[in-house]
T-cell receptor, first 113, second 117 residues
Framework: QQQVKQSPQSLIVQKGGIPIINCAYE??????FPWYQQFPGKGPALLIA?????SEKKEGRFTISFNKSAKQFSLHIMDSQPGDSATYFC????????????FGAGTQVVVTP | NAGVTQTPKFQVLKTGQSMTLQCAQD?????MYWYRQDPGMGLRLIYY???????DKGEVPNGYNVSRLNKREFSLRLESAAPSQTSVYFC????????????????FGPGTRLTVT
């Protein structure tokens, strides 16, 4: 049973649109929430991460929103570009758990020109 | 730096055959991991090695064994391959980003695509 539920499975947006990917978790011990980006044929790479002591974090065009009470967090891609087309994974871990992550199922994002 | 390297890139096995997937990292990381990636399932941890000389089971260890050969290398062995082990396998490594944060950024290899017929 997946401890981190991710939705949607896939989405298509036009260039300039804002794809939003949502994740929910149950384990309140989770205290680190990264997002990974994966291009076809490549391994995942860290995109952005957040701790539960902040409600939002921005890095470039990528924003994480975090709602601790709802146990949900989401990734927004502002002004999306065709080069953002990839699969995105949310994840969660507990500090001092030797870096073991629980990953969501992944969302395939396609940004059309 | 090559980062995390994996061999082979592709492999086809028949049911019952054995093979070892190799992984090496040149970032002097302490911890290493093996994941499998299946459609709709995300990445699931098979085994991990918190430090040289230690290994522990992850979420889906059945049918696999691992060896932490030295600090650089962590191999995954399938003793008797089954069609259910058809997957893409990723190796990753990490160090904590800092003692204060104890936050881990995992660096992934390019993956091994394994098909068991």
């Amino acid at each position: 049973q997946q401890q981190v539920k991710q939705s949607p499975q896939s989405l298509i947006v036009q260039k300039g649109g804002i794809p939003i990917i949502n994740c929910a978790y149950e384990n309140t011990a989770f205290d680190y929430f990264p997002w990974y980006q994966q291009f076809p044929g490549k391994g995942p790479a860290l995109l952005i991460a957040i701790r539960p002591d902040v409600s939002e974090k921005k890095e470039g065009r990528f924003t994480i929103s975090f709602n601790k009470s709802a146990k949900q967090f989401s990734l927004h891609i502002m002004d999306s570009q065709p080069g953002d087309s990839a699969t995105y994974f949310c994840a969660a871990s507990v500090t001092d758990s030797w870096g073991k992550f629980q990953f969501g199922a992944g969302t395939q994002v396609v940004v059309t020109p | 730096n090559a980062g995390v390297t994996q061999t082979p890139k592709f492999q086809v096995l028949k049911t019952g055959q054995s093979m070892t997937l190799q992984c090496a990292q040149d970032m002097n990381h302490n911890s290493m991991y093996w994941y499998r990636q299946d459609p709709g399932m995300g990445l699931r941890l098979i085994y991990y090695s918190a430090s040289e000389g230690t290994t522990d089971k992850g979420e889906v260890p059945n049918g696999y064994n691992v060896s932490r050969l030295n600090k650089r290398e962590f191999s995954l062995r399938l003793e008797s391959a089954a069609p259910s082990q058809t997957s893409v396998y990723f190796c990753a490594s990490t160090n904590p980003l800092g003692l204060a944060t104890r936050v881990y950024e995992q660096y992934f290899g390019p993956g091994t695509r394994l098909t068991v017929t």
